[in-house]
């Protein structure tokens, strides 16, 4: 299994980024995907996840509103859009996933048994 997380880069805060993830290796659809960051100093948090079908999400209180996850299961690919970004956005964000069943949904990391080697969000002041 492979998980090609891409997109990070810096922006300005206020400004919007949008991280995708490629996975291979696996049933794509039946597979939960998630999003967790990783700042500077700090354990790693969830973001959000989306269940198989994308019709069940989860989303960290710190990004509701304004970080948005997708997928398109016939690209083998999780997107996140992350809008009106703040400098405490400023993480490295990986890409997991998790092939217990695809409508269940953890929001915990050691649920997840497939990483991407992450990317770098950097957003300044």
């Known amino acids: 299994v492979q998980l090609q997380a891409s997109g990070g880069g810096l922006v300005q805060a206020g400004g919007s980024l949008r991280l995708s993830c490629a996975a291979s290796?696996?049933?794509?659809?039946?597979?939960?995907m998630a999003w967790f960051r990783q700042a500077p100093g700090k354990e790693r948090e969830f973001v959000t996840a989306?269940?198989?079908?994308?019709?069940?999400?989860y989303d960290a209180d710190s990004v509701k509103g304004r970080f948005t996850v997708s997928r398109d299961n016939t690209k083998n690919t999780v997107y996140l859009q992350m809008n009106s970004l703040k400098p405490e956005d400023t993480a490295i964000y990986y890409c997991?996933?998790?092939?217990?069943?695809?409508?269940?949904?953890?929001?915990?990391?050691?649920?997840?048994?497939?990483w991407g080697q992450g990317t770098l969000v950097t957003v300044s002041s």
């Open positions: 989306i269940s198989g079908s994308g019709g069940i999400t």
């Open positions: 290796g696996l049933i794509f659809r039946s597979s939960v």
């Open positions: 997991a996933a998790s092939t217990v069943g695809p409508y269940y949904v953890p929001r915990v990391g050691t649920e997840y048994r497939y």
